[in-house]
Structures are given as C-alpha cells and as structure tokens.
C-alpha cells in the first residue's frame, strides 16, 4: 500500500523521464554532436528568437551567429536587400575588352561594341568613320578659314575664294571707310580678282571707290564706278601681269571701301578675291 509520500515521489519520477525524453529527441538536447542538416530545418514553430533585421552567418569555429549585414549592403526585417552608396567600382564590372556600357530598351545596361560613324578602343581613343561628317553635322557659320585649308603631301594647295559685298542702298556709304565684312587670312596671296556690279552706283558727283585689305588700294585703285553698269563683271589682273588688282596680305585683315570725294547713295558691288596662303 502505497503512502502518501510514495504517491508523490512516484509521479515527480514519472514527469522527469518525461522531461529527459523530450529534451533527447530535442535538436538542442545535450549530445552536443546533434546538429540542424539545414537552415531549411528550421521553420517558425521551432522557437529561435532573432533580432529584427539580423542574419544568422557561422563564425571561423563553424558556429551561427547573429549579425546586421553591413558594408557594401543592408538588409531589412523584409529581407529587402540595399546596395550601399558608392559600392560598385569599376574593379567590379566585367567589360569586354573595347566595349561600352549601354542601356537598353528595357533600362537594363549591356555590353555593346561602339558601332556606326564611330568607334571606340580600350584606352578610349575614338576614331570618327570615313564620310561619317557631313554638312548635316556642321553647324552653319562655324567653319574658319583655318578648318578649309587644304594641302596635299607634296605641299600643294587649292585655290581659295573670298566673297565680300558693298550695299549702298542699304548702308551708309557716305566719304569714309565701309567694312566689307569678309577678312583674308595672313600670308594671303592673292591670285585674281573680279567684282559684279549688282545695281549701277550712283553718287553726289565725281566720287571714287578703292577696295583694299591690309594696305591702300591694294585690291582696286580708286576710281568712278558709276559708269559701270548693272550685270557687268570686271576681271583684275592675274598674279605676275600688270594690273591694280594684285597683292598679298601679311597679316589677317577685313576687306574695306574707301569713298573719296563724294557719297555714294546707291549701288550693289559683290567682291570675288581668288587667293591661296603661303603659309
């Protein structure tokens, strides 16, 4: 017959068999050789308490610890993963050798090889394509003297010409200079010259006309231009023959009308000058 002590002694050995038994088919009972065979073992109902935002990585020794990823990205409680300011360097990306990062049409950034009216090498030296540049490409009014000089290996040049206007019916032309906008290059040498009169000139009496660039009279000697009519073309003389409208330029300068004596109040004159450049 069992005592009342017996009883109670009797039930404290059953609950503790109970207890050991759990604990032995328990991934955390003492044989500390029992181990998870995964992460994936792991499930929500298995009572491992994590910080928020914490990833559990083994540490040298083979053990899990929890930590905050941190460096070149962060994570959230979400498991969203933010990429760090900064933190993708060139070192990083793959490139095959002289090719280009592009976007595409889905935004996605590909590695292409530059193609078209141009293409680029590794070391960035970029090569335009023959007759890639065409007058398409070539903002109006930007192209100097110096962009047009042509000259072959064997030094040769093309002959170049310079067009200069003088308006009378629609800018002053009172006794004085009158700047016929167009310049010569230095060490212009000049080759021919010929002018067309637009509209007859017309003046208060017995006024004269001298074009030049650099020095007087070097273009065209003063002289009456009233008596030439409207369409008629005048021819100076070539370079090596006698004539008053020859001459070379030392140093850059605006082609100029002088009148003398007398306004000219009407008249259209357009200026040819044929020209190569010495150096």
Not at 38 to 46: G, K, P, Q, V
Not at 48 to 70: C, F, H, P, R, Y
Not at 84 to 107: F, Y
């Amino acid at each position: 017959m069992f005592t009342r002590g017996s009883m109670i002694f009797l039930m404290c050995l059953i609950t503790a068999g109970a207890a050991f038994g759990a604990l032995q088919n328990s991934p955390f009972g003492p044989d500390e050789d029992r181990r998870f065979d995964s992460i994936e073992s792991l499930s929500d109902t298995d009572g491992i308490e994590l910080a928020s935002a914490k990833i559990i990585v083994g540490d040298a020794s083979g053990n899990g610890n929890a930590v905050a990823m941190s460096g070149d990205a962060t994570i959230s409680n979400a498991g969203v993963v933010t990429m760090a300011n900064n933190a993708v360097i060139l070192a990083d990306i793959a490139l095959t050798n002289g090719n280009i990062i592009v976007g595409d049409a889905s935004t996605n950034a590909v590695d292409v090889t530059m193609s078209g009216d141009a293409t680029i090498v590794a070391s960035g030296a970029l090569t335009i394509a023959a007759n890639a540049v065409g007058t398409s490409e070539v903002t109006d009014g930007t192209l100097t003297e110096a962009d047009m000089i042509v000259q072959t290996a064997d030094g040769l040049h093309l002959k170049r010409v310079a067009r200069a206007v003088l308006d009378c019916g629609s800018s002053d032309c009172s006794v004085g200079t009158v700047s016929m906008v167009q310049a010569l290059p230095a060490t212009a040498i000049i080759t021919q010259v010929y002018y067309y009169i637009v509209t007859q000139f017309v003046d208060g009496g017995s006024g004269t006309v001298a074009l030049h660039c650099e020095d007087a009279n070097n273009i065209l000697t003063a002289g009456d231009i009233t008596g030439i009519s409207g369409g008629v073309v005048t021819t100076g003389a070539a370079i090596g023959t006698a004539g008053t409208m020859v001459a070379s330029i030392a140093s850059a300068c605006t082609i100029t009308a002088t009148i003398a004596t007398a306004e000219q109040t009407a008249g259209v004159l357009v200026l040819f000058v044929e020209y190569v450049v010495a150096q």
